[in-house]
């Protein structure tokens, strides 16, 4: 018996797979088992055209392939080589290929291609600590090169695979290779980050306190969101707000990369964190993930280390809102299906724009609302109090008049955002402000007797919940940070309130 290793994908990890190949008399056939899906099953005719235009004579024996565990479902036409390597080199008993783990699909000719499972699958066993070397196709080479610590082989062809484990082809080794950018090194972790500012700040007339809560909520990753008048600028800074989030470490950039390879899309590996702006008419399935027989993921997900922005917010279903509350919570969705339960990443700060009426103008000093009283309640009360209490920020914008002008760049603002970040990571924070946990308040916010009696008159006056008391800790926390200073006072508990939706 010859075997070998690979992977399956299932949810958003990989599960190690054997493979295992054996030659028994009989009338010339090949078997697979080990509860592979078509795609895997239709690997077969593939391997057997290949390995024959490879020069390879099959023996007039059975064949039999079996996928272990089999319990696991497989999927993927990257067990192409694998199995055409356990079939090619049945005979030469010297050769040990059973520590390798090996992925590529092949064509009808030998040669070798990429698929895009390969990546989340290598990049899900380095994490497990189960693999040390791996050998892909040529295309594959990119993507898995941006894996460190791993010993990476790359073939073209089957025959080229196959002079490699018998010797006669040399093929150099590839280390995983360091990402490409600017980086900030804090406590030996490197985060990475790129001042490349495609729209700027500076174009967004006026706006002092919407830019202010702004970079608040990027330094903390605090929830915010716009209301104003149609023009206002809201979606204008909305979309500026990914140019100046935080630095990204390594660890996040791959797994930003890896879901972007499992929803199809080609992985970037860009230090700018991800931006998802899905349409009000989107359907639930495509925001939080889902389908019929396997969960795909959704917007909440590609969201994950980035932005979730909801324009238009009161225009999304109510069910679809009131859904949206636990990702805000936990940081994490469940999607459940008959045949799998998976928990998707969803860890992202989420914006939300919004006008103040049906019409717009409700608080606008140059036109009049034409909204009746029933349609304005109507479409403030599409966000419930439970929604609004897991939201940190809130900024009602003014219009914008003639004599508004520039007041502040991307440029400066990300400096700002560089600073506080980094404050908050040397002080052993594994988390930016707005994503600590509630047993982390007492260690990294501490209120002296005079601020902490403040909040208390506030959370009586305002009847703040426990999740918004926090909240607003929180925010403090992070206007303290960018001021540069570490003991939080009065003003900072203040300024946090002033941000509180009432």
Same mark, same amino acid.
């Given at each position: 018996?010859?075997?070998?290793?690979?992977?399956?994908?299932?949810?958003?990890?990989?599960?190690?797979?054997?493979?295992?190949?054996?030659?028994?008399?009989?009338?010339?056939?090949?078997?697979?088992?080990?509860?592979?899906?078509?795609?895997?099953?239709?690997?077969?005719?593939?391997?057997?055209?290949?390995?024959?235009?490879?020069?390879?004579?099959?023996?007039?024996?059975?064949?039999?392939?079996?996928?272990?565990?089999?319990?696991?479902?497989?999927?993927?036409?990257?067990?192409?080589? $694998?199995?055409?390597?356990?079939?090619?080199?049945?005979?030469?008993?010297?050769?040990?290929?059973?520590?390798?783990?090996?992925?590529?699909?092949?064509?009808?000719?030998?040669?070798?291609?990429?698929?895009?499972?390969?990546?989340?699958?290598?990049?899900?066993?380095?994490?497990?600590?189960?693999?040390?070397?791996?050998?892909?196709?040529?295309?594959?080479?990119?993507?898995?090169?941006?894996?460190?610590?791993?010993?990476?082989?790359?073939?073209?062809?089957?025959?080229? #695979?196959?002079?490699?484990?018998?010797?006669?082809?040399?093929?150099?080794?590839?280390?995983?290779?360091?990402?490409?950018?600017?980086?900030?090194?804090?406590?030996?972790?490197?985060?990475?980050?790129?001042?490349?500012?495609?729209?700027?700040?500076?174009?967004? /007339?006026?706006?002092?306190?919407?830019?202010? #809560?702004?970079?608040?909520?990027?330094?903390?990753?605090?929830?915010?969101?716009?209301?104003?008048?149609?023009?206002?600028?809201?979606?204008?800074?909305?979309?500026?707000?990914?140019?100046?989030?935080?630095?990204? #470490?390594?660890?996040?950039?791959?797994?930003?990369?890896?879901?972007?390879?499992?929803?199809?899309?080609?992985?970037?590996?860009?230090?700018?964190? $991800?931006?998802?702006?899905?349409?009000?008419?989107?359907?639930?399935?495509?925001?939080?993930?889902?389908?019929?027989?396997?969960?795909?993921?959704?917007?909440?997900?590609?969201?994950?280390?980035?932005?979730?922005?909801?324009?238009?917010?009161?225009?999304?279903?109510?069910?679809?809102?009131?859904?949206?509350?636990? $990702?805000?919570?936990?940081?994490?969705?469940?999607?459940?299906?008959?045949?799998?339960?998976?928990?998707?990443?969803?860890?992202?700060?989420?914006?939300?724009?919004?006008?103040?009426?049906?019409?717009?103008?409700?608080?606008?000093?140059?036109?009049?609302?034409?909204?009746?009283?029933?349609?304005?309640?109507?479409?403030?009360?599409?966000?419930?109090?439970?929604?609004?209490?897991?939201?940190?920020?809130?900024?009602?914008?003014?219009?914008?008049?003639?004599?508004?002008?520039?007041?502040?760049?991307?440029?400066?603002?990300?400096?700002?955002?560089?600073?506080?970040?980094?404050?908050?990571?040397?002080?052993?924070?594994?988390?930016?402000?707005?994503?600590?946990?509630?047993?982390?308040?007492?260690?990294?916010?501490?209120?002296?007797?005079?601020?902490?009696?403040?909040?208390?008159? #506030?959370?009586?006056?305002?009847? /703040?919940?426990?999740?918004?008391?926090?909240?607003?800790?929180?925010?403090?926390?992070?206007?303290?940070?960018?001021?540069?200073?570490?003991?939080?006072?009065?003003?900072?508990?203040?300024?946090?309130?002033?941000?509180?939706?009432?």
């Amino acid at each position: 018996m010859k075997k070998t290793l690979s992977a399956t994908i299932r949810g958003l990890e990989a599960d190690e797979v054997s493979v295992e190949v054996n030659f028994t008399r009989g009338l010339p056939k090949i078997h697979l088992v080990g509860l592979a899906s078509n795609e895997v099953k239709e690997s077969v005719h593939r391997v057997k055209s290949a390995l024959l235009s490879s020069g390879f004579q099959f023996p007039n024996m059975v064949v039999t392939i079996n996928l272990s565990p089999s319990e696991i479902k497989k999927s993927g036409s990257h067990f192409d080589l $694998p199995i055409a390597l356990a079939i090619a080199l049945f005979q030469f008993e010297e050769i040990d290929i059973s520590d390798w783990h090996i992925f590529g699909e092949v064509g009808l000719d030998g040669s070798l291609k990429d698929s895009s499972s390969i990546f989340p699958a290598i990049l899900s066993l380095k994490n497990e600590g189960k693999i040390s070397k791996v050998l892909i196709p040529e295309e594959s080479l990119e993507k898995v090169s941006k894996i460190p610590e791993i010993e990476i082989y790359r073939v073209s062809s089957i025959s080229e #695979a196959m002079d490699f484990f018998r010797g006669i082809l040399n093929i150099d080794k590839i280390s995983g290779k360091e990402l490409e950018s600017e980086k900030l090194e804090i406590e030996n972790l490197a985060y990475l980050f790129d001042r490349d500012f495609e729209t700027d700040f500076e174009q967004v /007339l006026g706006q002092t306190v919407a830019k202010n #809560a702004s970079l608040i909520a990027v330094a903390g990753m605090h929830n915010i969101i716009f209301e104003g008048s149609p023009g206002s600028g809201k979606s204008m800074i909305a979309k500026r707000l990914q140019h100046i989030l935080p630095p990204i #470490a390594e660890s996040e950039l791959l797994e930003i990369a890896k879901l972007q390879a499992l929803n199809g899309e080609t992985p970037n590996f860009s230090p700018k964190r $991800p931006f998802r702006a899905p349409h009000h008419t989107a359907s639930r399935g495509s925001i939080f993930g889902g389908g019929t027989r396997s969960a795909k993921i959704g917007e909440v997900s590609m969201a994950n280390s980035g932005i979730l922005f909801f324009d238009e917010l009161p225009h999304f279903p109510k069910q679809i809102l009131e859904a949206l509350r636990e $990702p805000l919570q936990d940081y994490s969705i469940l999607i459940s299906r008959v045949n799998s339960k998976i928990l998707y990443p969803a860890n992202f700060l989420f914006v939300g724009a919004m006008n103040p009426c049906p019409c717009g103008y409700l608080i606008s000093k140059t036109k009049s609302c034409r909204c009746s009283d029933l349609e304005i309640k109507r479409y403030q009360n599409i966000l419930s109090e439970p929604f609004w209490d897991r939201i940190d920020l809130y900024v009602a914008m003014s219009e914008v008049s003639a004599q508004d002008t520039p007041t502040i760049s991307s440029n400066k603002m990300f400096s700002s955002v560089l600073n506080a970040f980094e404050k908050q990571m040397k002080r052993g924070q594994k988390f930016l402000n707005g994503r600590l946990e509630e047993r982390e308040l007492e260690e990294f916010i501490k209120l002296d007797d005079k601020t902490n009696m403040t909040l208390i008159q #506030a959370s009586e006056k305002f009847n /703040l919940s426990l999740r918004g008391i926090s909240k607003i800790k929180k925010v403090a926390r992070t206007i303290a940070d960018l001021q540069g200073v570490e003991e939080i006072g009065r003003s900072h508990i203040l300024e946090a309130l002033s941000y509180r939706k009432r």
